[in-house]
């Protein structure tokens, strides 16, 4: 026996939209509709501005799906804990009756969670290892999207169309997703094995220590929030992205770039000279883009700091974000105990001592230029 069929008209779903948008806003909700969508779905999906994309959602996730009581049935993880494991992911929990989950998820969430407690590490660290990765698929999720949405959108598109060409796209990407991130995982997690040294007081010890010894350098462009009163915001966009995209390519071991914020990126070393070489590269590489790239500054610091979830945290953290806001544009400035730690390899100068907010004593400068010949 076939569904009822559904009043869109009646249930508001089509509400403000009159002739070619409005049949072809009905369309999609048909077809939706056909595909087992259901009506409180549709008023979900359709209230947010998604419809044409929920064509390409259920080819992503199939259309199998599960509430959170049928999920935790399956994988048998604690409801608290499989609540907890949403959250870190930077996803809402859905509500009782919400059917959310695929059964992918769910047995990858079981299987995963299985396999992390059967060699003893605790539930905290496991969330804070999907936090992490949260953070980073979402933005690479985001990414794709808008690479997508470039192919697809056209001047004049229907609805239904949007949503027919955008979930064809991701059908024939989604296959290769799930590989690209384990194979990119995989090459970080070996090269993490290989290039993270244990002392001998930490294996006597049995534990990491609570901070060790780091190199931090940060850059930023200079006039960035000026220019974004400016220009559009698709142009500042552009030099961000250009900037990481700099930045990845003068980086090389054991300099690592650890994020990006914004107009800034934010590099970390075990040693300074390396640091160092990599901040005068930057500004190199900023000045050869030419005039329509805003010169970069740079500031640097050493000194204890934690690792945790792949970021550092501590004094030289703070002290390198406050030394780069006073660096002059096309400069790199470090303080005293960058300096002393690489004295010869560089031409030092005096940049004079300067009181940085978050500081309680002034900080002596000193910038930081190539030997020449």
């Known amino acids: 026996?076939?569904?009822?069929?559904?009043?869109?008209?009646?249930?508001?779903?089509?509400?403000?939209?009159?002739?070619?948008?409005?049949?072809?806003?009905?369309?999609?909700?048909?077809?939706?509709?056909?595909?087992?969508?259901?009506?409180?779905?549709?008023?979900?999906?359709?209230a947010s501005g998604a419809l044409p994309f929920l064509p390409a959602e259920r080819v992503i996730g199939g259309k199998e799906r599960y509430t959170t009581a049928q999920a935790v049935e399956r994988t048998g993880i604690e409801l608290q804990f499989f609540n907890a494991m949403r959250r870190a992911m930077g996803l809402p929990v859905p509500g009782a009756d919400e059917a959310v989950y695929t059964r992918e998820e769910i047995d990858a969430l079981a299987e995963g969670t299985q396999r992390v407690r059967s060699v003893g590490i605790p539930d905290g660290e496991s969330l804070a290892l999907i936090r992490t990765l949260g953070r980073g698929l979402a933005q690479a999720s985001e990414t794709m999207r808008a690479?997508?949405?470039?192919?697809?959108?056209?001047?004049?598109?229907?609805?239904?169309?949007?949503?027919?060409?955008?979930?064809?796209?991701?059908?024939?990407?989604?296959?290769?997703?799930?590989p690209l991130v384990s194979s990119i995982l995989d090459i970080h997690l070996r090269q993490m094995a290989l290039g993270e040294a244990i002392t001998a007081a930490e294996r006597s010890g049995g534990r990491l220590p609570g901070s060790r010894e780091v190199?931090?350098?940060?850059?930023d462009l200079v006039g960035f929030t000026r220019l974004g009163e400016q220009v559009p915001p698709e142009d500042?966009?552009?030099?961000?992205?250009?900037?990481?995209?700099?930045?990845?390519?003068?980086?090389?071991?054991?300099?690592?770039?650890?994020?990006t914020i914004g107009d800034a990126v934010m590099l970390a070393s075990a040693q300074p000279e390396p640091i160092l070489d990599a901040g005068l590269a930057l500004l190199d590489a900023a000045?050869?883009?030419?005039?329509?790239?805003?010169?970069l500054r740079v500031g640097t610091a050493i000194g204890?700091?934690?690792?945790?979830?792949?970021?550092?945290?501590?004094?030289?953290?703070?002290?390198?974000?406050?030394?780069?806001q006073v660096a002059r544009p096309g400069s790199l400035l470090a303080e005293r105990e960058v300096r002393e730690s690489a004295p010869e390899r560089y031409r030092w100068s005096y940049a004079g001592e300067r009181r940085l907010r978050g500081v309680s004593e002034p900080v002596p400068l000193f910038r930081a230029r190539r030997l020449e010949g």
Do not use: H
């Open 304 to 324: 204890p700091a934690l690792s945790r979830a792949g970021d550092w945290f501590g004094r030289p953290v703070n002290l390198a974000s406050r030394i780069t």
């Open 236 to 259: 500042l966009s552009r030099l961000a992205v250009r900037l990481e995209a700099l930045t990845s390519d003068i980086v090389e071991a054991p300099v690592r770039l650890v994020k």
């Open 215 to 219: 190199a931090i350098c940060f850059a």
């Open 147 to 178: 690479m997508v949405l470039r192919q697809v959108l056209e001047p004049g598109m229907s609805e239904f169309e949007l949503a027919r060409r955008y979930a064809d796209i991701v059908a024939k990407l989604t296959p290769t997703a799930g």
């Open 1 to 46: 026996m076939d569904a009822p069929r559904i009043d869109f008209q009646a249930e508001g779903l089509l509400a403000g939209l009159d002739g070619e948008q409005r049949a072809d806003r009905l369309a999609l909700l048909e077809y939706l509709a056909a595909d087992g969508v259901s009506l409180a779905e549709l008023r979900t999906v359709t």
């Open 287 to 295: 000045d050869a883009e030419g005039e329509e790239f805003p010169q």
